[in-house]
C-alpha cells in the first residue's frame, strides 16, 4: 500500500504542475520535496513511467513557469550538496541528489526538442542573478556551467561514487570544495597505479550521473546536421579548464572502461547469477568519452601546431595527444582486444560466457583514439596485437554486410581498417597464419590473416546489402594497399580474387556506369603489386591466374565499337533482359575459363571452388567515385540510393580512354611466359595432378622478364567535412540507440538523423 500510495502521491504534483495555470510558488517547500524525495522513486526507470512524455510538453507549452521553476529546484539542490563541506553523508541525502539526477535526465531532452527552450539553461539561478555583486562585476555562471560542475564534483564524493580516503564517519566528513580528486580516480591504469575499489552501489550512481552528463551533451541531436555549431557548448565546457576535475575524470573513464573484464571469475552462468553492475559503469563511460573526444581538430586545423593549439581548449583530447608512456599504450590496446573479442568467446556449454554489445561504442573510441594521438596509432601497428583488432572488426563485418541497419557499424570498419592498411606494418602483420576458429560462414581455408581478410571482404561484395555499393573503392583500396606485403594467398582466396574481377570485367558491368572500371584497376594493381614484389610465395595466385588467363585476354580485348559498347544500355532498358546477361557473376560457368593442357584435376577442383561464389546472383552495382591518392568517406551514409545516369552514355571514345591505361602489362608478360611453359610440362609428362606445376612455379623466377617494377601507392584515408558530419551523426546514432533502459531520447523529435521505427 505504501509503494502505491506514495506513487500515487507523486503523480498528483505532475498533475498540478501540468494543469495548474497558477505558477507553484518556489518557496512552497512542502509541494517541492514531494518531488525531490518522493519514496515512489526507486530507479531512473520509475520517473520515466511516472512522467510520461505529454507531462513535459504539457508543463513547457502551457506552464513554463513550473518547468523551469522544477529544473531550477533540481539544479540548486545539486550545486548545494556539491558545494557543501558535508557532501551527501547519509541514504537521505544521497536519494535526494539521485532524484534531482533522474528529473533532469527525464525533463532535458524535450527542453532541447523546443527552440525557445534551448537556451534556457544557459540564463542563470534567480538568486545567484539578484545577489551578485554589482560592484565587483563578476557574471553569475549560467545554469548549464552550474549544473555540469556539480556533476563533476559529485562524481567523485566520498561515500556516494568514490570510497572515502579516510574513515572519519558521517558526523566529520571530507570537504568536497577542497577534495584533491587526483587522490580518487576510479580504476588503476592510465595516471594511476592503485585501484581504489568500489562498490554496486557506487557504480549505480556514478552511471547514473554520467547518464544525466550525456544527456546534457545530446543537445546536438535536436539540432539539423547544417544548423549545428562546430562545438558542443555543454561538451566544452566540461572539457575545460573551467572543470577543475577534468583530468580525473578524463582517466577515471578511460580505466574504467579498459580494465572491465566482462568474463571475470570465468564461472560458467556466473552473469546469470550476480548482477554486473561494472557492464552498465562501462557502457556509458565509453559513450562519455567519444563524445567529449569528438574534436575537429585533425580535421579542421591546416598544421600539426594548430591542431594542438585546438586541443588546448578540450582538456580531453589534449591529455589524450600527449599520451606517451608504452604501459598506458599496452593497458589501452590490452583493453580493446579483451572487449572487442568478448562476443567471439565459443564456450561448449551454450551461453555460458558474458557478451557485451557495445562493440560499437569501442569502434568509434578506437577511432578517435588514432585520430588524435598518432603515437597510440603508431603503436598499434608495430604491436602483434592489432590482429586482435583486425579479426573482430572482420566478424561484425561479415556478420552485419546483410542487415540494412547495421551500416554504419559497415562504415566504421571498414574505414578503421583503411588508416590501419595505410602503414606498412599493418600489411607486413597480416602474413601471420590464422589459426583462431571464429564462427563466420566462410570457405574452411588454411592461410593467414590476409586470407581472412580477402575472403570476408569478397563476401561483403558478393552476398552484402546493397547499402554497401559506394565502399566497394574503399575495399578495394584496403586490399590494394596490403597487397605488396603478403607473401602467400591460399588457392580459395586466389580463386574468390579471381572470380571478382571475372565479375567486374564483363562488358555488362563496365559499360553499364562511367565508375565500374575503376574496380578494375584496383583489382589489377593488386594482382601488380602480387607479381612484381611476392612473386616466389604466391604460386597458388599464379597459377589461378593461368588458369583464368582469359579474362585478361578477353579484358586487353574489349570491344570499343558503338554496337558492343551499347548493348548494356539497351539490356537494362529491356523489358525482360536474361537474367544469366543481368549477372556477371553468374555471366560464366565455373571453370569455363580453365586452358587446354592442364590436368583435369585441377580443372575440377577450380570448379568446385568457383562453385560456392557464383551461387550468389547478388549484382554488383556501381560505388563512388573517390580520389586516386585518397579514400573519402561517403558524406551521408543514409543516402542509399543508386545515383541514376539515364542522361549518360557509354561511347567509343569514353571506352578507349580508360581502356589504354589498363595495367596489364604485368600480367600479360607474365601469361606470356609462363603458358607455354607450364602446357610443355603437362603434355611431355601427362601430369593429371597440379602439385608438380605448383612445384614448377614455386622454384621459377620471373627476373628479367617482367617491366620494371612500379613504385608501392599507398592510398591513405584523407578525412574532410563529410566525413566529420557523418562521424557525429553515427556516433549520436549509437548513443540513442543503446540507451533504451531508460529510453532517454525516445518519442522525442530528434532532428540530427531520422528515426525509423518498425
Excluded at 513557469?65 to 533540481?74: D, F, G, Q, V
Excluded at 528529473?103 to 525557445?116: A, C, G, H, S, Y
Excluded at 598544421?303 to 593549439?309: H, L, R, Y
Aim: proline share 7%; glycine share 4%.
Amino acid at each position: 500500500m505504501g509503494a502505491s500510495d506514495s506513487k500515487s502521491s507523486f503523480r498528483n504534483a505532475v498533475s498540478q504542475l501540468t494543469s495548474k495555470t497558477t505558477p507553484i510558488d518556489a518557496a512552497d517547500d512542502g509541494f517541492w520535496k514531494e518531488l525531490i524525495w518522493s519514496s515512489a522513486i526507486h530507479t531512473p526507470s520509475d520517473v520515466f513511467s511516472l512522467i510520461q512524455p505529454e507531462d513535459v510538453r504539457t508543463m513547457r507549452d502551457t506552464c513554463p513557469s513550473n518547468l523551469a521553476t522544477i529544473c531550477y529546484k533540481a539544479v540548486e539542490h545539486l550545486v548545494a550538496v556539491s558545494s557543501s563541506s558535508s557532501g551527501l553523508p547519509t541514504a537521505f541525502d544521497q536519494k535526494g541528489a539521485l532524484n534531482c539526477v533522474r528529473l533532469l535526465t527525464r525533463i532535458l531532452p524535450f527542453i532541447f526538442e523546443d527552440p525557445n527552450w534551448r537556451n534556457f539553461f544557459w540564463s542563470t539561478l534567480p538568486d545567484k542573478a539578484e545577489s551578485t555583486d554589482q560592484e565587483a562585476g563578476d557574471a553569475p555562471p549560467p545554469l548549464a556551467h552550474s549544473l555540469v560542475a556539480s556533476i563533476a564534483d559529485l562524481l567523485f564524493c566520498p561515500d556516494f561514487t568514490v570510497l572515502p580516503s579516510k574513515k572519519l564517519g558521517p558526523d566529520n566528513p571530507e570537504d568536497l570544495s577542497s577534495l584533491d580528486s587526483c587522490e580518487f580516480i576510479w580504476e588503476a591504469g592510465v595516471g594511476c597505479s592503485t585501484s581504489p575499489g568500489s562498490t554496486a552501489k557506487m557504480d549505480n550512481n556514478r552511471a547514473e550521473l554520467l547518464k544525466l552528463l550525456l544527456t546534457t551533451f545530446s543537445e546536438t541531436m535536436y539540432l539539423a546536421p547544417t544548423d549545428a555549431p562546430p562545438e558542443n557548448r555543454w561538451v566544452s565546457f566540461f572539457t575545460s579548464g573551467e572543470n577543475r576535475h577534468a583530468l580525473p575524470l578524463l582517466t577515471s573513464l578511460i580505466n574504467t572502461v579498459f580494465a572491465y573484464d566482462p568474463v571475470g571469475y570465468g564461472l560458467p552462468y556466473y552473469h546469470a547469477v550476480v548482477t554486473d553492475y561494472r557492464e552498465r559503469l562501462a557502457e556509458v563511460a565509453v559513450q562519455v568519452l567519444i563524445v567529449t573526444l569528438d574534436c575537429d581538430g585533425r580535421e579542421t586545423q591546416t598544421g600539426v601546431a594548430e591542431a594542438e593549439a585546438h586541443f588546448q581548449d578540450n582538456l580531453f583530447c589534449h591529455y589524450v595527444s600527449r599520451l606517451y608512456r608504452e604501459e598506458d599504450f599496452h593497458f589501452i590496446l590490452h583493453g580493446f582486444t579483451t572487449l572487442l573479442n568478448n562476443p567471439l568467446i565459443q564456450t561448449y556449454l551454450p551461453n555460458s560466457c558474458k557478451k557485451i554489445h557495445f562493440h560499437q561504442e569501442l569502434l568509434i573510441l578506437f577511432w578517435k583514439l588514432c585520430d588524435i594521438s598518432k603515437k597510440f596509432l603508431f603503436y598499434v601497428l608495430k604491436s602483434s596485437n592489432v590482429l586482435e583488432l583486425l579479426v573482430p572488426i572482420l566478424y561484425h563485418l561479415n556478420l552485419s554486410r546483410s542487415d540494412p541497419a547495421k551500416t554504419g557499424l559497415m562504415h566504421i570498419g571498414f574505414f578503421i581498417l583503411l588508416l590501419l592498411s595505410g602503414e606498412r606494418n599493418f600489411g607486413v602483420r597480416l602474413n601471420k597464419p590464422y589459426q583462431l576458429k571464429v564462427p563466420m560462414d566462410l570457405p574452411v581455408f588454411t592461410g593467414t590473416h590476409a586470407d581472412l581478410l580477402f575472403l570476408v571482404f569478397h563476401r561483403v561484395i558478393t552476398t552484402g546489402h546493397q547499402r554497401l555499393q559506394p565502399l566497394y573503392e574503399c575495399l578495394l583500396t584496403i586490399m590494394v594497399n596490403v597487397s605488396p606485403y603478403l607473401k602467400t594467398l591460399s588457392q580459395i582466396t586466389s580463386s574468390k580474387l579471381l572470380h571478382l574481377t571475372e565479375a567486374f570485367c564483363t562488358p555488362w558491368f563496365l559499360f553499364a556506369n562511367q565508375t565500374n572500371h575503376h574496380l578494375i584497376f584496383f583489382l589489377l594493381e593488386i594482382f601488380n603489386n602480387v607479381i612484381q614484389y611476392q612473386f616466389d610465395g604466391n604460386a597458388q595466385l599464379v597459377y589461378t591466374i593461368i588458369r583464368k588467363r582469359s579474362i585478361f585476354h578477353e579484358l586487353a580485348n574489349l570491344p570499343s565499337d558503338p554496337h558492343a559498347v551499347a548493348r548494356p544500355r539497351r539490356l537494362q532498358q529491356g523489358d525482360n533482359p536474361a537474367r544469366e546477361e543481368a549477372n556477371p557473376a553468374a555471366a560464366q560457368p565455373a571453370g569455363a575459363a580453365v586452358g587446354r593442357g592442364l590436368p583435369a584435376a585441377a580443372a575440377a577442383a577450380a570448379a568446385d571452388v568457383d562453385a560456392a561464389a557464383v551461387e550468389v546472383e547478388q549484382p554488383i552495382h556501381p560505388p563512388t567515385l573517390t580520389d586516386e591518392s585518397s579514400v573519402d568517406a561517403p558524406a551521408a551514409p543514409t543516402d542509399t540510393r543508386i545515383v541514376s545516369h539515364d542522361k549518360w552514355v557509354a561511347t567509343k571514345e569514353w571506352v578507349q580512354g580508360w581502356k589504354q591505361k589498363l595495367p596489364l602489362q604485368t600480367i600479360l608478360r607474365l601469361l606470356q611466359v609462363l603458358v607455354p611453359q607450364v602446357e610443355k610440362i603437362c603434355i611431355d609428362k601427362g601430369l593429371t595432378d597440379e602439385s608438380e606445376i605448383l612445384k614448377f612455379l614455386r622454384h621459377g623466377t620471373l627476373v628479367g622478364l617482367l617491366p620494371v617494377p612500379h613504385p608501392i601507392l599507398i592510398r591513405k584515408f584523407q578525412p574532410n567535412a563529410g566525413t566529420t558530419l557523418w562521424f557525429r551523426t553515427y556516433m549520436w546514432g549509437v548513443v540513442y540507440l543503446r540507451n533504451i533502459d531508460p529510453a532517454i531520447w525516445y518519442e522525442t523529435e530528434v532532428k540530427m538523423f531520422e528515426i525509423q521505427k518498425v
